[in-house]
């Protein structure tokens, strides 16, 4: 087997590990935010690009009510209920 080969078939394995860790820590992200659901009720852009909640997020707090990837628990109703 070449050096190339050998790179490439890490660089391919690493590729899927990243990815892999992604979609865990968005499933983490998710299952908190159903665990947290008064976090809904804070002013957040939604992955459907519309404006959810009603409160504003206390000053020195982290983005409260979505996930990195922009979820929130209120886009289960127009996903079919999917998480």
């Given at each position: 087997?070449?050096?190339?080969?050998?790179?490439?078939?890490?660089?391919?394995?690493?590729?899927?590990?990243r990815?892999?860790?992604?979609?865990?820590?968005?499933l983490?992200?998710r299952?908190?935010?159903?665990?947290r659901?008064?976090?809904?009720?804070?002013?957040?852009?939604?992955?459907?690009?519309?404006?959810?909640?009603h409160?504003?997020?206390?000053?020195?707090?982290?983005?409260?009510?979505?996930?990195?990837?922009?979820?929130c628990?209120?886009?289960?109703?127009?996903q079919?209920d999917?998480?």
């Amino acid at each position: 087997m070449s050096t190339s080969n050998v790179q490439s078939g890490l660089n391919r394995l690493l590729a899927l590990l990243r990815d892999f860790l992604a979609q865990q820590a968005e499933l983490t992200e998710r299952r908190l935010l159903l665990d947290r659901p008064w976090e809904e009720e804070f002013l957040h852009w939604g992955q459907d690009g519309r404006i959810h909640g009603h409160l504003l997020t206390p000053p020195g707090r982290r983005r409260l009510g979505t996930t990195r990837s922009g979820w929130c628990p209120g886009l289960r109703a127009y996903q079919g209920d999917r998480t």
